[in-house]
């Protein structure tokens, strides 16, 4: 049985759907899109064009949400099923779009190049604990206005993994998915076995910029996975109470599976989100907030309730380098987002509220994602008699280690971690140097990256990415992109 | 009697209560109070025990927010009465905020305008995706002294340059310092740019308001 958490009984989930709805009638959402508006009119909606604002009835969202699909599979770079989005499948990818990097060797936070890229999407690539790579962060060494591509256009280079990522502007995103066609070889192929899919993000409260808005309905038209990154910040962008924020985020999204599925009905789109709570002495809004994860699990159950695949951002800390805190805040969310039976949980390797990305934590997340993802395996029957039949025959002075049951099942029933966990005596880890966590987990990142297998990438696929991305770069004034590892020049 | 009435006013500002603020501030206006004493006495100490109470971890941000509400409430009909006799409210510097065009993260920008508000400033907030020309604009119209520009994208930072250029271009930047601020800003950048500073939080922004205005010495 794999083991599962609700925050909400069901009367408070009914009642959390009810506001929801009334909220999309009353005040409406405000979307900076002539086309969505006119997508809602034309099935509908009161639309006021003019204040932008569409009050949506209560059935045209019912509708949108039964012609989402429940469910969705994200497919790897060979062609296999690599996640599932459905159900309580619980699967993990690191945070996305950082603007800075905890540099293992200084310790500074500083601003990310190519090199990091490479270095952070080989070493994803060695980490099974991640189901899918994010375009973890954005590289300082190229036109901003290609930031977002780039980051996709490297992990196709260096990563068979499916992508979470996301568009910065309306044009970009034709760009991307032109990528992912390459890397597909076909428009069909793309379609038939979606590799990536897209965060967007409406603007709390209930309103979507022209941006966002725009890149939802081009994903549901291209038939490009859309995940909804509704983020309620409760008490400055939405109510402080958890309820309150999860009603703005149930309205949130249920605006954007509408306007989605008025774009493409059938085209598959995500019930996810990146709320926080406001920390009402500084304003910031911390991720490792217990709170926060209860914003996420409450939401999550009521996409379930909803018939809809799940996200959320979690396993990132606030915490400005990897130490105690960074632990806590990464280790308590993830559990928390895996009881929930949330299906993609992003976030793994974030510091600083979603700023700082770290490779080192990448590496000590992992080892927390392997264990939230035992428990989720959850305590099976292994033998008709559970253990009174063993312990009787082992009898009162026996041991269990020369056991051939031991030997059949311990690798079952126990993850064994990697050496970024302790579980030495104190002398053999003094005689080891007395390393930290964070010492242990910068080596394992050289270790992991001396281990890395390059994707097998076709020569052509490779100069189709290649020419896309500078064709880009040229459009913004960049006559070449920054060299690559390996690169002839 | 008239003490009584300010401490009431203040009382009110601490509170956050708007409605109680602005009939204390009326009936102080009917019986012919200095408009700029009422500010003083009331309003401006009333803001400074909110202050305090704040830094010292006593309030936290909505009793700041509140009695900036509150504040501004009582200004509307303090400002008018000003203008007619004549008087000019010493303030420490009038700043003309905002988030950069092609960025609508609001919560940071808001925040550094309602501390800045709080310590003195006079606080023009532009809101989110602010054309370039209404940064240029407002500062003509309002004679600021500062101007705040928040961008929290990397792909809207370049505009932060772009206001700076364009101030320059309307023979403003004499005027006006410039402070920059949001996640992916540094004070590199702001270096890089030609802003006078940079911070990175609400608190330091105000730090930086007072130094760049010279009211530290
Ligand atoms: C909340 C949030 C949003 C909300 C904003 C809601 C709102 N009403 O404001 C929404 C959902 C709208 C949003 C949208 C997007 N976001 Co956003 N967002 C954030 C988040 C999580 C928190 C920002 C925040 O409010 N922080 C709390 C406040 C108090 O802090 P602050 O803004 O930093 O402000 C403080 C200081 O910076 C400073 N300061 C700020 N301004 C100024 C100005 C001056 C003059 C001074 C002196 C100081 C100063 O003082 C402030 C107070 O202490 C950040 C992550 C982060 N840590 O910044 C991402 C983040 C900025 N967003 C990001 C992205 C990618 C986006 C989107 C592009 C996502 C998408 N694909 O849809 C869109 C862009 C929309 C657009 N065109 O602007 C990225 C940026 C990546 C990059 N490399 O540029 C970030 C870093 C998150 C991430 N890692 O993905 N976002």
């Known amino acids: 049985m794999q083991p599962k958490i609700n925050l909400l009984d069901d009367v408070l989930v009914e009642r959390i759907v009810a506001e929801g709805f009334e909220l999309l009638q009353d005040p409406g959402v405000k979307i900076h899109s002539d086309e969505a508006l006119s997508l809602l009119a034309d099935a509908g909606a009161d639309v006021d064009l ?30 296999n099923v690599a996640v599932r989005y459905e159900g309580d499948h619980v699967q993990f990818d690191p945070g996305s779009a950082a603007v800075n990097i905890l540099d293992g060797e200084t310790g500074q936070h500083r601003k990310p190049v190519t090199a990091d890229y490479v270095r952070y999407a080989q070493l994803t690539e060695t980490l099974p604990a991640y189901d899918a790579i994010s375009t973890a962060f954005v590289c300082s060494d190229v036109a901003e206005e290609i930031g977002d591509l780039y980051r996709l256009y490297l992990s196709l280079l260096y990563s068979k993994k499916p992508v979470v990522t996301g568009a910065f502007r309306i044009d970009t995103l034709h760009v991307m998915k032109d990528l992912l066609v390459a890397d597909a070889g076909s428009p069909e192929a793309l379609a038939a076995r979606p590799r990536a899919v897209f965060d967007v993000c409406p603007s709390p409260p209930l309103l979507w910029s022209e941006l966002t808005c725009q890149n939802l309905i081009d994903c549901a038209r291209y038939r490009i996975p859309a995940e909804i990154v509704s983020m309620p910040l409760a008490g400055s962008a ?4 958890l309820a ?19 774009a493409n009905p059938g085209a598959p789109i995500v019930w996810g989100g990146a709320p926080a709570i406001t920390d009402m002495r500084f304003g910031s809004t911390p991720m490792g907030a ?12 009521v996409g379930k309730r909803l018939g809809m695949p799940t996200h959320a951002y979690l396993v990132a800390s606030d915490s400005k380098l990897i130490d105690a805190q960074a632990g806590f805040e990464s280790g308590m969310s993830a559990l928390m987002g895996a009881l929930a039976g949330i299906n993609m949980i992003s976030g793994a390797g974030m510091l600083d509220f979603l700023r700082a990305q770290s490779l080192e934590k990448l590496v000590v997340d992992a080892e927390i994602i392997a264990m939230v993802k035992r428990l989720l395996r959850g305590i099976e ?47 053999t880890w003094q005689n080891a140097g007395s390393k930290t966590t964070v010492d242990r987990a910068h080596e394992q990142v050289k270790s992991l990256l001396a281990t890395y297998q390059p994707r097998p990438l076709p020569d052509e696929v490779r100069r189709a990415l290649r020419d896309i991305a500078e064709r880009a770069a040229r459009q913004f004034g960049m006559e070449r992109l920054p060299p690559l590892p390996g690169d002839a020049d | 009697m008239s003490q009584e009435l300010y401490t009431q006013l203040a009382q009110a500002v601490i509170d956050g209560d708007e409605k109680v603020a602005m009939s ?14 009422i500010i003083k006495e009331g309003l401006t100490s009333g803001m400074e025990v909110v202050g305090e109470k704040f830094s010292r971890g006593e309030y936290f941000l909505p009793h700041l927010v509140m009695a900036g509400n509150t504040m501004k409430a009582s200004l509307t009909w303090l400002e008018p009465a000003l203008k007619t006799s004549g008087m000019v409210r010493e303030t420490l510097g009038t700043v003309v905020m905002g988030t950069v065009a092609g960025d609508i993260h ?17 606080v023009h907030d532009l809101g989110v995706d602010v054309p370039t020309s209404k940064f240029i604009e407002t500062v003509r119209e309002t004679g600021a002294n500062l101007v ?42 702001a270096q890089q740019i030609g802003a006078d500073g940079y911070a990175e939080d609400a608190a330091g922004a105000v730090t930086l308001a007072r130094r760049l205005v010279g009211a530290d010495g």
């Open chain 1, 50 to 79: 003019r204040a932008k604002v569409a009050r949506i009835p209560q059935p045209l969202v019912e509708k949108a949400l039964a012609t989402a699909p429940s469910g969705f599979a994200l497919y790897d770079g060979e062609g």
């Open chain 1, 238 to 241: 939405a109510p402080v109470t």
């Open chain 1, 244 to 262: 309150g924020a999860v009603v703005q985020h149930t309205a949130e999204c249920m605006s954007g599976v509408t306007i989605h599925q008025l």
């Open chain 1, 290 to 301: 217990i709170e926060t994860g209860m914003i996420d699990a409450a939401y999550a159950q």
């Open chain 1, 381 to 427: 029957a292994r033998d008709d008699s559970l253990g009174a039949a063993l312990i009787r025959a082992v009898g009162h002075h026996g041991e269990f280690l020369g056991q051939k049951h031991t030997l059949t099942w311990f690798a079952q029933e126990q993850h064994i971690p990697s050496d970024v966990v302790d579980r030495n005596s104190l002398t």
């Open chain 2, 24 to 37: 204390l501030t009326k009936e102080a206006l009917t019986r012919g109070l200095n408009p700029l004493e």
């Open chain 2, 106 to 122: 609001e919560i940071g920008k808001s925040l550094v305008g309602t501390m800045l508000a709080a310590n003195g400033f006079v």
């Open chain 2, 148 to 189: 705040g520009l928040s961008a929290l994208l990397t792909t809207t930072m370049s505009v932060q340059r772009t206001v700076i250029e364009e101030l320059t271009e309307a023979g403003l930047r004499d005027q006006v310092k410039v402070m920059v601020g949001g996640a992916p800003v540094s004070p590199q950048w």
